[in-house]
């Protein structure tokens, strides 16, 4: 079993940044695709951005592509999400999450850090 703790989550400015990150343990999280997605008051959980077994590929949604990048450092058992030019619809608690076939179907999920993006 994997376990996932979020860190990093705050209160910011518009137009500025953050980086959250994430450290795996119980498992080596070279073998999972992994990623971030968030959920805001009020509306669904959403994918956010993920990335490879490897690292070579990434993903990420409309919403935030241009802006967030999101790397892995297997090595540290680590994922983590920069998130530049925020704005206040970033608002949201944001989750690490794994998945062992695809990012769109996690198998573990983190508690979730708030991220708070003042107007």
């Known amino acids: 079993q994997v376990q996932l703790v979020e860190s990093g989550g705050r209160l910011v400015q518009a137009g500025g940044s953050l980086r959250l990150s994430c450290a795996a343990s119980?498992?080596?999280?070279?073998?999972?695709?992994a990623g971030w997605y968030r959920q805001a008051p009020g509306k669904e959980r959403e994918f956010v951005a993920g990335i490879s077994w490897s690292g070579g590929v990434t993903y990420y949604s409309d919403s935030v592509k241009g802006r967030f990048t999101v790397s892995r450092d297997n090595a540290k058992n680590t994922v983590s999400l920069q998130m530049n030019s925020l704005n206040p619809e970033d608002t949201a608690v944001y989750f690490c999450?794994?998945?062992?076939?695809?990012?769109?179907?996690?198998?573990?999920w983190g508690q979730g850090t708030q991220v708070t993006v003042s107007s």
């Open positions: 119980g498992g080596a999280l070279i073998n999972y695709y």
């Open positions: 999450a794994c998945g062992s076939m695809s990012i769109q179907r996690p198998d573990y």
